[in-house]
Each structure stands twice: as structure tokens, then as C-alpha cells.
């Protein structure tokens, strides 16, 4: 004689209803261990340039610019005097 495994329709109506719940709460935790070390992807502040001689990136703030016939080209306060003393 072999038991068979039976569900009873309350049984089986709470998996039914649990089961979406318990996906979505699976897929926000994977989504969630996922992206917690990635940082912040709010954009800096002010604008970034890149220093014309040396390359090293700065906020607008912290860089000198010295006009060359009509454009603009921004130094680092290390490269600032190397710029000025070449074009005259």
C-alpha cells in the first residue's frame, strides 16, 4: 500500500499566494547584494577638466585657464607655471 502525498486546497491556495511574494523579495535581494558595493551614481557637482599638460583631472574650481589664440585650455596648479613662462 503506497501513501500518496496529498495537498488540501487551503494548502495549495496559500503556496499560490505566497510564491509571487517570496520571488519578488528573492529577486530584490539578489538585485540589492548586487549593487551595494558599485557606489554612488549621483554625478559630481561641478564640471571636471582635465589639465592640458599632465592629464590630472580637477573640478572647475581648482583649475587655472590660459587663452591660446581663441581657445581655452586649463592647467593644474602644478602645470599653471610651466604653461604661462612657454607661451610668452
Known sequence: MTIAATLSGAQLG??????????GLIIYLVA??????????VPPL???????KCGKRNVREHMVPEKFDGAVAWYCDRCVGEATSRAS
Open 46 to 52: 561641478g564640471q571636471s577638466f582635465a589639465c592640458a
Open 14 to 23: 496559500l503556496f499560490m499566494a505566497s510564491a509571487p511574494l517570496t520571488l
Open 32 to 41: 540589492y547584494m548586487a549593487k551595494r558595493g558599485e557606489g554612488s551614481i
